[in-house]
């Protein structure tokens, strides 16, 4: 997939926002690893799916700025 969608070498504003707009939704399926719509659902943390979906690293890093702030468990 490129950004340059109709290959004449610029990337036109419509072209960015279209190429955005995949990227978005490419990764929101990447974290809503049940399909129902919604990433995380009602909860702080995700479901042990989701996390394997998304990422333990990033995961991680988010329980720990949860803890150096004093809001982990949640």
């Known amino acids: 997939v490129t950004i340059d969608g109709n290959g004449d ?12 707009k995949k990227e978005g939704e490419d990764r929101f399926s ?24 998304f990422g333990k690293r990033g995961i991680t890093e988010k329980k720990a700025r949860q803890t150096e702030r004093g809001c982990a468990g949640l």
């Open 9 to 20: 070498g610029k990337v036109s504003k419509d072209e960015f926002l279209a190429f955005s």
């Open 30 to 53: 990447k974290i809503d690893a049940n399909a129902d719509g919604d990433a995380f659902r009602g909860r702080v943390v995700p479901s042990d799916a989701e996390i394997d979906s």
